[in-house]
């Protein structure tokens, strides 16, 4: 099936929505209920995403298999070390995939961020490696913030602190997609020129 391209709103309601329902179950019922709430929150969101464009990205589709798994350890073994750690699983396997890549020539951020831009080679080595490094970084983040802060100040940073952080990087790589911008038609000769690092 053709996939839409989402509304900004629905895409902003599908990453933020199932992070304030965690946030908000935490508050009134806490963690362990917290879970199953943003676990059924996860399957909602990409439910919604399919339905409405026909189409699942792949970072939402990993996120949430992930979710399912260390939210079910969480309430079957009754262990909130499961779901504290699942960022940083996430996080790692993100930057796991994007450093790997970069080792064997090869770009994955455009698959991961659902080719959003055309830019060079060099310009998609550039990012990709950014983009490991931020999550790596994140993956780090979130091991210290579970390990010495208390559940209540870990949950709202899930779900106050990641999305900022996520955004302001983003935007200050802003300059580096404008600067190895691609147009379509100049697209296939850079690909012939230096080879296409991100496909294949």
């Known amino acids: 099936m053709d996939k839409t391209t989402p509304h900004p709103l629905l895409k902003l309601l599908t990453e933020l929505g199932p992070l304030l329902v965690f946030f908000g179950a935490n508050a009134r019922f806490g963690l362990f209920a917290a ?25 939402a589709l990993v996120t949430g298999v992930v979710v399912i798994v260390f939210g079910t350890l969480t309430l079957v073994l009754h262990d909130e070390t499961f779901i504290k750690v699942k960022p940083t699983i996430i996080y790692g ?22 080719q959003m831009f ?10 990709t490696a950014r983009w490991a490094l931020f999550f790596l970084g994140m993956a780090i ?13 870990w949950v709202a940073f899930k779900a106050f602190g990641v999305i ?6 983003a935007i200050a790589q802003m300059p580096l997609t404008k600067r190895y911008h691609l147009e379509p038609a100049s697209l296939e000769a850079s690909d012939a020129a230096e080879g296409d690092v991100s496909k294949g």
């Open 35 to 59: 879970t199953g709430a943003f676990m059924v929150a996860i399957v909602a969101a990409i439910v919604a995403s399919y339905v409405v464009t026909r189409h699942v990205p792949l970072m």
């Open 93 to 114: 396997l993100f930057a796991a995939i994007l450093g790997g890549g970069l080792l064997f020539g090869r770009s994955f951020i455009a698959i991961m961020f659902d």
């Open 118 to 127: 055309n830019l060079t080679p060099r310009g998609w080595r550039i990012l």
């Open 141 to 153: 983040l979130n091991e210290i913030i579970w390990r010495t802060q208390s559940t209540d100040f």
């Open 164 to 169: 900022p952080l996520t955004m302001i990087f």
